[in-house]
């Protein structure tokens, strides 16, 4: 049987689901809601990473459109593209602990 073909939309969320489902990237996520923008070397110091994942996990949030970084003073500075997004990633955390609790 042949698969039925992917929306775009479905298969750009889909791409947008895997790549928060790195907890790395979750975490970045999550670090740049409470910022407005910083560089890969700060974000690896605050959350105890490093630069190097922390740099390809922002090239995978930067494919996806996720991030979008500004050069200062020949210094990348990332920042959420869409603030919209912390409001999914806030829904899922309030769902884990309605889940948690087994209030569904």
Do not use: H, W
Request: aromatic share 8%; glycine share 2%; with cysteine.
């Amino acid at each position: 049987m042949k698969r039925k073909p992917m929306l775009e939309k479905e298969y750009r969320a889909s791409r947008i689901c895997r790549v928060l489902g790195n907890p790395t990237a979750y975490q970045i996520m999550k670090y740049l809601s409470l910022k407005d923008k910083d560089s890969p070397s700060q974000i690896a110091k605050k959350l105890g990473l490093t630069i190097t994942n922390v740099s390809k996990t922002l090239r995978n949030l930067r494919q996806v459109d996720l991030v979008r970084y500004e050069t200062e003073n020949f210094v990348k500075k990332y920042f959420i593209k869409d603030k919209s997004v912390i409001e999914v990633i806030l829904s899922l955390e309030k769902y884990v602990e309605k889940i948690k609790e087994k209030k569904y």
